[in-house]
C-alpha cells in the first residue's frame, strides 16, 4: 500500500467511526411507535458513506455488511416497513459489529466472520419478512451503483425513464452545471446512472473547460415527462436530450455495473471535491456512488469543525505561554524606568498584555470540546442496562454543549460511566418497588454539566432509592472501619462509599457492587486536580457532583513567599487566609500543631518547615495562615506573605526530572525564573510522615 | 600512544570525537560535544524540597524546566563561589524513561579538543574521587590530563540517588 493510500485509509476508519457514533445517536432518538424520519435518514447516510468508503478502498466485507443494513434501513425509510423496537436493537447491534469490523480491518486483524454472517442473516430475514408482503410504498433508490462486485438490485415500481444526456462541450463555459442538474434530477426519483467515458481525451490534451462525457440515467417517479425535461431547461440548445419511457416494471432482476465516474470535467473537480470533503464523505470519488443525492443535505452535524493535531496544539500553547512571560518581563522593566518616556511604553505593553491573555484564551479554546463527547456514550448505555435489569429508565442529559479541555474530557469518560452504572443498578429500583413507593414507574437518571466559577461541575443523580445509610454502617462497623460506638453524620457515613473495597452488595453483579469502583472515582477525579461530593435523601434519589478544572495546562494560583522562596497555591485549593494571632496555636504530642479555626482544630503545617526553606524562622504571628482543603479536610499551612493572584501555565517537573512530592509542577513567573506549584494532599502526606520521623 | 593502552581501549568506537572540556578544581573534565545542548552563565535556581544535595534546582529554559546539579558537590570537591565564569551546560541525556535534560554547573568551560578513541586510556580503579562508572576513560591533552565523563551513567546516578532520598522521605 502506498503511503498516500494508508493515508487515506486513516481518514476513512476517523470518520467512519465517528459516523458510527452518530448512527449510534439516531438509532437511539429512534422512537419504535413514531419514527422520525430524519433520524432514519441519518443513520442511513452513515451506513451508505461508510459503504462508499469501504468500497473505494476494497474493504469488501464491510461494503457487503453495510449494504444489508442499508436495504433495511431503506425500507425503514421509505415506510415500506414499521419501526419496532426489535428493528432497533438489531440495527444498534450492528453498529456494534461493524465497529468490530472497522477495527478488524483497521489492524489487519482477521473479522469475526461468525458475528457479521449471524447478524448479516438477521438483518436479510427482517428485510425478506417484509418482501413477502405485499409492497405498500413507491420507488427503491439506487443501492447498488458503489458495490464492488455485480450486485443484484429488485427492480423498483413505477414508470421507468431511460434519460441520455449528451453535452455539447460548450456546457460548461456556458455556466451549466451538470452535478446541480443531477441533485435535481435525484429528487424527482430513484436514479441510477451510468458515464460514458469514451470521449475523454489524454490528460494533456484536456481542456478543462470541455465537457467530454455522456450521462445515461434509469429514473424512476411517478412524475410526467416534463418534469424530468424541466431540469434540462438551462442545457437547452448546450447538449443533446433524448427521454425515452422504458417497459415498466421489467421482471427480470437488473444488473447494475460498478459506476466509478470521473468528475464531469476537471474544471469542475476542485469545487466539488471541497465540497465532498466538508460532508466528510470518506473522499471525493465516494460522489459517484450516489450523485444524484444532492450533496448539501449530507451535511453531518459536527462538519463546521476542524481536526487538529493536539501535538500542535500543545507546541501553540507553549508559544503563548512564553509570550505572556515575555509580556510580563517587559512590564516590570517599565516600571522600573523613568516616567516620562516610559508612558508610551507602558501603555503598549497594556495593549500587549491585551492582545496577548485574549490570545491565550482562544488558544486554550481550541482545546476546548463540549461535553457531549463524554455523554453520548450514555443514551446506548442506560438503555442496554435497563433492559438488562428490566427497569424502566429515562436518561436526561442537560448541559450537554458546555467545554471542557479534551484531556480533562478523556479521563472524566470511566467515572462517569461508573457512576451512571451504580445509578442504574444501585439507585433506581424496580418498577413494582418503584410504583408501591408512590413514584412513577419509569425512573429517572440525570447528567447535568454547567460552568461555575473557572471550574466545570458535573452532576450525575438519579431519583432511586438513595444510599441505605444504616446498611453503609453496618457494613463498615462489620469491616471495621468505624468503631462501634463512633457516632457519625450521614454526609459522613455517605463518604464511606468512597473507601477502597467497600461495598454493600452481598451478591456483586457483573455490573457493580465488587468494591473496586467509588474510590477509583474519588482518585481519578483527584488526578484531574477535581473533587467529588455525594448527596442522598434515602427514598428519593442520590446525586454526585463532581468539579474539575476548565482545564490542566492553566491554573489560577496564589502567589506566596516563605524567605526568599516563591511557590504558587492553586486557588481552588484554598478556603480562605487569615493572620496569625498568638494564642491561636497550640502543640499537640506526637501530631505536630494545631490551631483553632472556626471552633475546630485544624493541623497546622509550616511550609518552611516542611520544604526546609533555608532562611531562619519567624514568628507565627508575622505570617499568615492559609486554610487549604487536602485529601482528609481542612489544613492551616503557613506562609510568610501572600504575593498575589494569577493565572500561571503549568510546567512538568518530570518531563526532565521526576515527581517531587508536595508539588504538582511548576511555572515560569515574570522574571523567567521558576517557581513550584504546591500539590496540597501531597503535602499534607509530606508533613505527616515528617512528624512520625 | 602505547600498544598496551590499544588493546584495552578495543571496546570503544574508533575515531575521532570532539570534546567539550571544562575545570573543575584542578581537574579537567571533557563531554561529548554532542551532547552539549548549550552553555549559559550561572544564574539563581529555584530550589527543590527533598532532593540530595547536588541538586540545585531548576531552571527556565526556553519554556522547558530543567534541573541543575552542581559537581563540585557532587564529586565532593570543596565548595566554590559563583563567579562570573562559572557556567552551566546543559547536556542532553538517555535514560531510561527517554530524553531528558539537565545542567552541570563547573567552574568554567575550556575548549573542544579532538580525541582519537585510541587515545583513551582506562580509569585506574584507584585514585579518583568519583565513581569509575562516570568515567568513560581518560586522555592527555596538552599534558593535562582529561578526564571523559559518561553523562548517561553521571544523570542515571542522580536519579537513582534521588530515588532513594524519595524512598527514605517516604519511610
Known amino acids: 500500500m502506498n503511503p498516500e493510500m494508508s493515508q487515506f485509509h486513516e481518514a476513512f476508519f476517523e470518520?467512519?467511526?465517528?459516523?458510527?457514533?452518530?448512527?449510534?445517536?439516531?438509532?437511539?432518538?429512534?422512537?419504535?411507535?413514531?419514527?422520525?424520519?430524519?433520524?432514519?435518514?441519518?443513520?442511513?447516510?452513515?451506513?451508505?458513506?461508510?459503504?462508499?468508503?469501504?468500497?473505494?478502498?476494497?474493504?469488501?466485507?464491510?461494503?457487503?455488511?453495510?449494504?444489508?443494513?442499508e436495504t433495511l434501513l431503506d425500507e425503514l425509510r421509505t415506510g415500506r416497513m414499521p419501526v419496532t423496537s426489535g428493528t432497533v436493537d438489531l440495527l444498534l447491534k450492528s453498529t456494534d459489529v461493524l465497529r468490530g469490523m472497522l477495527k478488524a480491518t483497521q489492524h489487519s486483524t482477521p473479522i469475526d466472520q461468525q458475528s457479521v454472517a449471524d447478524l448479516q442473516f438477521d438483518l436479510e430475514?427482517?428485510?425478506a419478512q417484509r418482501a413477502s408482503q405485499p409492497a405498500g410504498g413507491i420507488g427503491t433508490p439506487a443501492l447498488a451503483a458503489v458495490a464492488p462486485t455485480r450486485t443484484v438490485v429488485a427492480p423498483p415500481p413505477g414508470k421507468r425513464w431511460q434519460i441520455e444526456f449528451k453535452p455539447y462541450p460548450s456546457l460548461l463555459v456556458r455556466g451549466n452545471d451538470p452535478m446541480r442538474m443531477f441533485a435535481e434530477l435525484a429528487e424527482l426519483g430513484d436514479v441510477e446512472r451510468q458515464v460514458d467515458t469514451r470521449a475523454l481525451p489524454p490528460l494533456v490534451e484536456l481542456d478543462p473547460e470541455c465537457c467530454y462525457l455522456v450521462w445515461t440515467f434509469t429514473l424512476t417517479t411517478e412524475l410526467q415527462i416534463d418534469a424530468i425535461r424541466s431540469v434540462f431547461d438551462w442545457a437547452q440548445g448546450d447538449c443533446d436530450l433524448s427521454i425515452v419511457e422504458q417497459a415498466s416494471a421489467a421482471p427480470d432482476p437488473l444488473l447494475v455495473e460498478p459506476v466509478m465516474a470521473p468528475p464531469p470535467a476537471p474544471a469542475?473537480?476542485?469545487?466539488?471535491?471541497?465540497?465532498?470533503?466538508?460532508?466528510?464523505?470518506?473522499?471525493?470519488?465516494?460522489?459517484?456512488?450516489?450523485?444524484p443525492e444532492p450533496a448539501a443535505k449530507v451535511t453531518s452535524p459536527d462538519s463546521n469543525s476542524i481536526r487538529v493535531g493536539i501535538e500542535k496544539i500543545d507546541e501553540?500553547?507553549?508559544?503563548?505561554?512564553?509570550?505572556?512571560?515575555t509580556q510580563s518581563m517587559l512590564m516590570q522593566f517599565a516600571h522600573g524606568s523613568e516616567p516620562l518616556r516610559m508612558d508610551l511604553l507602558r501603555n503598549g505593553l497594556v495593549q500587549l498584555e491585551r492582545n496577548v491573555r485574549e490570545l491565550q484564551e482562544s488558544v486554550m479554546r481550541v482545546r476546548m470540546l463540549p461535553i457531549s463527547f463524554a455523554f453520548s456514550r450514555f443514551p446506548r448505555l442506560v438503555r442496554d442496562l435497563a433492559q438488562r435489569l428490566d427497569k424502566k429508565i429515562e436518561l436526561r442529559m442537560t448541559g450537554e454543549q458546555t467545554e471542557l479541555d479534551k484531556t480533562v474530557l478523556e479521563k472524566i469518560g470511566d467515572p462517569l460511566v461508573h457512576l451512571v452504572r451504580n445509578s442504574i443498578d444501585h439507585g433506581i429500583e424496580a418498577p413494582e418497588v418503584r410504583l408501591a413507593a408512590g413514584k412513577p414507574a419509569t425512573g429517572t437518571v440525570f447528567l447535568n454539566a454547567f460552568h461555575r466559577g473557572g471550574a466545570i461541575v458535573i452532576e450525575v443523580g438519579d431519583d432511586g432509592a438513595g444510599l441505605k445509610l444504616e446498611r453503609i454502617l453496618s457494613k463498615a462497623r462489620a469491616k471495621g472501619l468505624v468503631g462501634a460506638n463512633d457516632v457519625l453524620t450521614d454526609a459522613e457515613v455517605a463518604d464511606l462509599i468512597f473507601l477502597p473495597g467497600f461495598t454493600t452488595h452481598d451478591q456483586p453483579t457483573d455490573l457493580s457492587g465488587r468494591g473496586v469502583g467509588m474510590d477509583v472515582v474519588r482518585r481519578n477525579v483527584k488526578d484531574l486536580g477535581g473533587t467529588i461530593d455525594l448527596r442522598t435523601e434515602t427514598g428519593s434519589g442520590s446525586r454526585f457532583i463532581i468539579t474539575l478544572p476548565l482545564t490542566l495546562?492553566?491554573?489560577?494560583?496564589?502567589?506566596?513567599?516563605?524567605?526568599?522562596?516563591?511557590?504558587?497555591?492553586?486557588?481552588?485549593?484554598?478556603?480562605?487566609?487569615?493572620?496569625?494571632?498568638?494564642?491561636?496555636?497550640?502543640?499537640?504530642?506526637g501530631r505536630g500543631e494545631v490551631f483553632s479555626f472556626r471552633g475546630d482544630y485544624i493541623p497546622l503545617l509550616r511550609l518552611r518547615q516542611v520544604f526546609g526553606v533555608p532562611s531562619p524562622p519567624r514568628e507565627l504571628t508575622q505570617g499568615i495562615v492559609m486554610v487549604v482543603e487536602g485529601d482528609d479536610g481542612k489544613v492551616g499551612l503557613v506562609v510568610d506573605e501572600l504575593l498575589g493572584q494569577q493565572q500561571v501555565v503549568i510546567k512538568s517537573l518530570e518531563s526532565n526530572y521526576r515527581r517531587v512530592n508536595g508539588v504538582s509542577g511548576a511555572t515560569i513567573l515574570g522574571a523567567g525564573s521558576v517557581a513550584l506549584i504546591l500539590d496540597i494532599p501531597g503535602l499534607v502526606r509530606v508533613a505527616a510522615e515528617q512528624i512520625a520521623a | 600512544m602505547n600498544t598496551a593502552a590499544r588493546t584495552k581501549t578495543d571496546d570503544t568506537p574508533a575515531g575521532a570525537r570532539q570534546v567539550l572540556t571544562f575545570c573543575l578544581g584542578p581537574e579537567t573534565y571533557g563531554v561529548d560535544i554532542l551532547r552539549v545542548q548549550e552553555i549559559r552563565g550561572w544564574a539563581p535556581v529555584t530550589r527543590i524540597p527533598h532532593t540530595p544535595v547536588q541538586v540545585l534546582g531548576v531552571l527556565n529554559l526556553r519554556?522547558?524546566?530543567?534541573?541543575?546539579?552542581?559537581?563540585?558537590?557532587?564529586?565532593?570537591?570543596?565548595?566554590?563561589?559563583?563567579?562570573?565564569?562559572?557556567?552551566?551546560?546543559?547536556?542532553?541525556?538517555?535514560t531510561p524513561a527517554g530524553k531528558r535534560e539537565f545542567g552541570l554547573v563547573v567552574d568554567s568551560v575550556s575548549d573542544v579538543v579532538d580525541i582519537e578513541a585510541i587515545d583513551l586510556k582506562e580509569t585506574p580503579s584507584l585514585g579518583s574521587k568519583v565513581n569509575g562508572n562516570f568515567i568513560q576513560g581518560l586522555a592527555t591533552v596538552a599534558d593535562r590530563m582529561l578526564i571523559l565523563l559518561d553523562v548517561d551513567e553521571l544523570i542515571r546516578h542522580d536519579l537513582q540517588q534521588v530515588e532513594s532520598a524519595a524512598l527514605a522521605s517516604a519511610a
Open chain 1, 15 to 69: 470518520e467512519a467511526f465517528e459516523s458510527l457514533g452518530a448512527m449510534e445517536a439516531a438509532l437511539l432518538q429512534l422512537d419504535p411507535g413514531a419514527p422520525n424520519a430524519e433520524a432514519i435518514n441519518s443513520v442511513f447516510r452513515v451506513a451508505h458513506s461508510i459503504k462508499g468508503g469501504s468500497g473505494m478502498f476494497g474493504f469488501t466485507d464491510v461494503t457487503s455488511f453495510t449494504h444489508t443494513q
Open chain 1, 268 to 291: 469542475q473537480a476542485p469545487a466539488t471535491a471541497t465540497a465532498t470533503a466538508a460532508e466528510r464523505k470518506p473522499a471525493p470519488v465516494s460522489r459517484s456512488d450516489q450523485a
Open chain 1, 125 to 127: 430475514q427482517l428485510v
Open chain 1, 553 to 589: 495546562a492553566i491554573v489560577d494560583g496564589q502567589t506566596v513567599g516563605v524567605g526568599d522562596e516563591i511557590y504558587i497555591v492553586p486557588l481552588l485549593a484554598i478556603i480562605e487566609s487569615l493572620q496569625m494571632k498568638s494564642g491561636m496555636v497550640s502543640r499537640l504530642v
Open chain 2, 63 to 94: 519554556g522547558s524546566i530543567v534541573p541543575i546539579i552542581d559537581l563540585r558537590v557532587q564529586f565532593k570537591l570543596d565548595k566554590a563561589e559563583f563567579t562570573p565564569l562559572t557556567v552551566i551546560v546543559v547536556l542532553s541525556v538517555k
Open chain 1, 316 to 325: 501553540l500553547m507553549n508559544t503563548v505561554g512564553e509570550m505572556v512571560i
